[in-house]
Every structure is written in C-alpha cells, then in structure tokens.
C-alpha cells in the first residue's frame, strides 16, 4: 500500500481525512507535492513522505497557491514504489500521480479541481487583469491534464453526493460515497453563548460576507475562525464581527461548544464544521445545497436556508432559538461521521476493489 495526497501543509478538513487514511495503512510511504511538519503539528511526523521538486522552494500555506500552474508536472516527478494498491487523497493533483505496474489506484476525492471545472471563473476575477489570458490558457491546459489523470484512476471514492455527480460530470467515472472522518471525540456539549460561530478559510468561495451580512442585519455578534486572503477586506467591511485567526484544536472545541450557532453560508462537498458543532452539541445554520443536505436535519439540528440569500439567513438566525433542539440528537447525529465508521467503510472498499480488480484479471 502506498497513499498520497495533494499538499500537507495545514491541518484542515482534507488533511484530517488523510491522517485518518494514514492512520488506517500506518506502514504505507506517504507521497504528497509539500510537507510542513510544523503546519500538520506533526501529525504525520516518524513516517516516511516523498515530496515534489517543488519542496525546495520552501512554499507555505500563505503562498502555496501561486505555484498552481506547476503541479500537474510536479505530481509526475512522484516516484512511487512497487505496491498493491495506491490510495490517493486528492482535490486537486494527488490522483494525478502513476501508479506502479500492476498497483490498483484507487482515489478519495474530495471534489474534483475546482479551479479548472466548476470555478474558473472566479479564478479569473481573482487575478490580476493583464494575468487573465494567460491563467485561461492554463486552466484548459489543467482540464486536460486532470481529465487524463482521471482516466488512469482504477475506482473514485467520493466523499458526498455532490462530489459523486461533480466525478460523474467532469470525469465520466462513477463513485462509491464513503463521508470523511470527523474526530467527533474531540467535542462536547457546553453552556451556550450569544454569538455565532464561523469556521472557515477566509477566501471568496467560502462566502462570509453572508454569514457577516446576515449577523449584521439580524443584529446579533458573530466571530470567525480562520484565515486567508480575503481577511483585510472582510474585516474591515465587518469591524463589529470578531475576526479570531485561526485556533488550536481545544480551543476550537471550547468556541463550538459556547456557540449560539454555527453558519456555514458556503455550498460545501461535505462540511465537516458543521459535523464538529453538531458534535459540541449546537445548531447549524447552513446553506440548503451540497453537504449540508446530508449532515444537517432541518428542523432537528439545525436550518438550512437559501444560498446566497442573506434575507434567508437572516430568518434563520430569527428561528434558530425557537428550534426544538436536542443537544443529544445533535451529537448522536454527528456519530454517523466518526473516524471509525470511516475507516472501517474505507478499508471494506478496498478489499472489495481488490476482489473485484482480481476477478478480472
């Protein structure tokens, strides 16, 4: 067994999935295109991990996505050993890497690459003007590649519906669901307060300036945990909302559990925030569109409203203390996510792809 992933660099959603797959196979090299030991907090340290060329340019979290237009040829420098079976972990590249004659390659995915297929467009408004042809030029280069790279893919694990029908659309390649590890462990219910709650990169396609409209008209605090390049503009349009960085596990835990509620304006492939606050025992007020359909019971543990739709949110925020809400349903809700259900639904594909992929042959 080998396993990769794209860049672990941080410790976010994508990241925990594939500590869980490392944790799952804990002999298997581990290949990705960067490593930063300091930014996984040593989550994967004592294993043996291959990294790109690139990894001599001492790229970080902050700066990573400049080297974009380089990873497919990165990826392709992975030098993989002999092995049965390669599990990738990819939302972007990781899936792209060759796998050794005769290895079966089978990849989680957590959303096809966005840039390239469903968000070109805001990658072009996010650059500067005069760079917007080029960037044209090669994100259809990308969509090649990564349409190329899809085709050498034995068998896709997709970790929502939503991810299924985007592999489906782009890829032409069918996926078993199988919903990503949340280490519901690490939370537990609390005594509420009156703010909401974000977790989230601060970027564009995350949508915040919902959640912070929405709060703003409702006239209720909110705070944010995360960081990223749209920081500055957002808080400085929002000076009354309380911008936090981003926050150590325990600390995470403790602004969950002390949440009024959390929003989660953006449509998410899966959503894990809006599982660890189910897990701390709070609500969640979550756009009605990709993962929230499948993790959120409207009604029960939290509201769904429309996105993009700050006066829905709005009403949301206005209903959300009015819900007959159980802590306990909610937490007992956020179970059907646990690390270990995943890995045992994990390692059952597997074996099965391996079955099947032996019966052929």
């Given at each position: 067994?080998?396993v990769?992933?794209d860049?672990?660099?941080?410790m976010?959603?994508?990241?925990?999935?594939?500590?869980?797959?490392?944790?799952?196979y804990?002999k298997?090299?581990?290949?990705?295109?960067?490593?930063?030991?300091?930014?996984?907090?040593?989550?994967f340290?004592?294993?043996?991990?291959t990294?790109?060329?690139?990894?001599?340019?001492r790229?970080?979290?902050?700066s990573f996505?400049?080297l974009l237009?380089l990873?497919p040829?990165?990826?392709?420098?992975?030098?993989?050993?002999?092995?049965?079976v390669v599990?990738?972990?990819?939302?972007?590249?990781?899936h792209g890497?060759?796998?050794?004659?005769?290895?079966?390659?089978?990849c989680?995915?957590?959303a096809p690459f966005?840039?390239a297929?469903?968000?070109?467009?805001?990658a072009?408004?996010e650059?500067?003007?005069p760079?917007?042809?080029?960037?044209?030029?090669?994100?259809a280069?990308?969509?090649k590649?990564?349409?190329?790279a899809?085709?050498?893919?034995?068998?896709?694990?997709?970790?929502s519906?939503?991810?299924?029908?985007?592999?489906k659309?782009y890829?032409?390649?069918?996926?078993?669901?199988?919903?990503?590890?949340v280490?519901?462990h690490?939370?537990?219910?609390?005594?509420?307060?009156?703010?909401l709650?974000?977790?989230s990169?601060?970027?564009?396609?995350?949508?915040?300036h919902?959640?912070?409209?929405?709060?703003r008209r409702?006239?209720?605090?909110?705070r944010?945990v995360g960081?990223g390049?749209?920081h500055?503009?957002?808080?400085?349009?929002?000076p009354?909302?309380?911008f936090?960085?981003r926050?150590?596990?325990e600390d995470l835990?403790?602004?969950?559990?002390?949440?009024?509620a959390?929003i989660m304006?953006?449509?998410?492939?899966?959503?894990?925030?809006?599982?660890?606050a189910q897990a701390?025992g709070?609500?969640?007020?979550a756009?009605?569109?990709?993962?929230?359909?499948?993790?959120?019971?409207?009604?029960q543990?939290g509201?769904?409203?429309?996105?993009?739709?700050v006066?829905?949110?709005?009403?949301?925020i206005?209903r959300?203390?009015q819900?007959d809400?159980?802590p306990?349903?909610?937490v007992?809700?956020a179970?059907?996510?646990s690390?270990?259900?995943?890995r045992?639904?994990?390692s059952e594909?597997v074996?099965?792809?391996?079955?099947?992929?032996?019966?052929?042959?």
């Open positions: 067994m080998t990769a992933h860049y672990l660099l941080v976010r959603g994508a990241e925990r999935t594939f500590a869980a797959i490392a944790e799952l804990p298997a090299p581990i290949f990705t295109l960067l490593y930063d030991e300091r930014g996984t907090g040593g989550r340290a004592g294993r043996s991990i990294t790109s060329p690139l990894q001599r340019l790229v970080g979290q902050a996505r400049r237009v990873y040829w990165a990826v392709g420098r992975l030098e993989l050993p002999a092995s049965d599990l990738s972990s990819s939302s972007a590249f990781a890497v060759r796998a050794p004659q005769g290895a079966i390659h089978i989680y995915c957590h966005r840039y297929w469903y968000e070109e467009a805001r072009l408004a650059a500067p003007a760079l917007r042809p080029l960037l044209r030029v090669q994100l280069r990308m969509r590649w990564d349409l190329a899809s085709g050498r893919v034995d068998s896709y694990v997709a970790n519906q939503l991810t299924r029908e985007r592999i659309r890829y032409g390649r069918d996926a078993t669901i199988i919903h990503p590890p280490e519901t690490r939370f537990a219910p609390g005594t509420p307060g009156d703010s709650l974000v977790v990169e601060i970027v564009r396609h995350k949508r915040l919902v959640a912070l409209e929405a709060a409702a006239r209720v605090p909110i944010v960081s390049p749209d500055a503009a957002l808080s400085s349009a929002y009354e909302a309380e936090l960085g926050a150590g596990d835990a403790e602004l969950y559990a002390s949440a009024r959390l304006p953006s449509m998410e492939e899966f959503g894990i925030t809006a599982v660890e701390a709070r609500p969640v007020i756009a009605g569109a990709g993962g929230a359909l499948e993790t959120v019971i409207d009604g543990t509201l769904l409203a429309e996105l993009d739709d006066d829905s949110f709005v009403r949301a206005e959300i203390d819900l809400f159980d306990a349903k909610a007992e809700n179970e059907r996510f690390v270990e259900t995943f045992r639904r994990l594909e074996d099965r792809v391996r079955r099947a992929q032996s019966s052929r042959s």
